[in-house]
């Protein structure tokens, strides 16, 4: 069964810091890795998916990167704002039976940015 | 665009009573899923369908059924709603056909059950 960790669970830093958000899982027999940004009493907004046979994904501010062999995943944001502070949940993906993809989630990391 | 529509936002159950969680999407897609999120947990997928009449178990389907009449609604039941379904629970969908796309998840509706 698939498990995904993200370490740590809560984070603070002060404005303007770069910072590096991990997650790990435990079958390397992925389809891709995704990461997404959830506000509180919102759902949840796609930021970088990585598929399996890619190291990283860049989207403005942010980084991904990925290794299967390993299980690891990072998410790099540099220079960091307060509007970065949000939860950060990482997911990775299976092909089921009907080919569409089903997602595993970990437990997120609640990233707050001190002004 | 709407996108993925949850309704109602909040809602409070007395145990034993049913209700049905309702989930609309405009984007023509043909997967959706319903996932719950506990706190300090992640989200777990709850049901899934690849499209109209098509439904399949996730991780946590105990107590919930589904149907998937349209292509655009993807309504969840609850029968005889018990405390450990007190959660939120979350809506999604993506295109069928296109591999390496990221689900589009609804607001998501905040359920208690006392």
């Known amino acids: 069964k698939q498990e995904v960790t993200q370490i740590p669970a809560a984070l603070s830093v002060p404005e303007g810091e770069n910072l590096v958000l991990n997650c790990s899982f435990t079958d390397s027999a992925i389809y891709n890795l995704q990461w997404f940004r959830q506000d509180p009493g919102k759902g949840l907004t796609s930021l970088l998916l990585i598929q399996s046979s890619q190291r990283e994904q860049t989207s403005g501010r942010l980084n991904a990167s990925l290794d299967k062999s390993s299980g690891r995943s990072t998410l790099y944001i540099a220079a960091s704002q307060p509007g970065d502070s949000a939860t950060y949940l990482c997911?990775?993906?299976?092909?089921?039976?009907?080919?569409?993809?089903?997602?595993?989630f970990g437990t997120g990391t609640r990233l707050t940015i001190i002004p | 665009n709407a996108g993925v529509t949850q309704t109602p936002k909040f809602r409070i159950l007395k145990i034993g009573q049913s209700m049905t969680l309702q989930c609309t999407q405009d984007?023509?897609?043909?997967?959706m899923y319903w996932y719950r999120q506990d706190p300090g947990m992640g989200l777990k997928l709850i049901y899934y369908?690849?499209?109209?009449?098509?439904?399949d178990k996730g991780e946590v389907p105990n107590g919930y059924n589904v149907s998937r009449s349209t292509t655009e609604d993807f309504p969840l039941r609850l029968e005889l709603a018990a405390p450990s379904q007190t959660s939120v629970y979350f809506c999604?969908?993506?295109?069928?056909?296109?591999?390496?796309?990221?689900?589009?998840f609804g607001d998501g509706t905040r359920l208690s059950i006392l």
């Open positions: 999604a969908s993506t295109q069928r056909g296109l591999r390496n796309q990221p689900q589009h």
């Open positions: 984007m023509n897609h043909n997967y």
């Open positions: 997911a990775v993906s299976l092909i089921s039976n009907f080919g569409n993809e089903k997602l595993t």
């Open positions: 369908s690849v499209g109209a009449g098509i439904t």
